[in-house]
Nanobody, 124 residues
Framework: QVQLAESGGGLVQAGDSLRLSCTAS????????IAWFRQAPGKERDFVAG????????AYTDSVKGRFTISRDNAKSTVYLEMNRMTFEDTALYSC?????????????????WGQGTQVTVSS
């Protein structure tokens, strides 16, 4: 049974940094991609960043390029999202997701397994 658990959310001020963690268990498919999505109140769930845990290939949405970094520690079965120079617009519920297959998708509907999410709030 695939399980994803996010941690690291919290309340920060604009300009601060935060690191989120997504720890996976029960994954048996090869070279899983793990992606971070976020959903602000009243808005749709949007792709933030993704990584192929085998190759290390990454992808980012334009609004976080240069500020956010996704990385993985396969020994710990954990993917990290380092968020720097945060703004009020980064406030959202952040969730990680995975699916069988090596291609990173930016569509939430393509992902089969989801964590519960961790809330990130940036005060302006």
């Amino acid at each position: 049974q695939v399980q994803l658990a996010e941690s690291g959310g919290g309340l920060v001020q604009a300009g601060d940094s935060l690191r989120l963690s997504c720890t996976a268990s029960g994954i048996t498919f090869h070279s899983p991609g793990i992606a971070w999505f976020r959903q602000a109140p009243g808005k749709e769930r949007d792709f933030v960043a993704g990584i192929n845990t085998n190759t290390g290939v990454t992808a980012y949405t334009d609004s976080v390029k240069g500020r956010f970094t996704i990385s993985r520690d396969n020994a710990k079965s954990t993917v990290y999202l380092e968020m720097n120079r945060m703004t009020f617009e980064d406030t959202a519920l952040y969730s990680c997701a995975t699916r069988p297959g090596t291609v990173l998708s930016r569509l939430p509907s393509d992902y089969e397994y989801w964590g519960q999410g961790t809330q990130v709030t940036v005060s302006s």
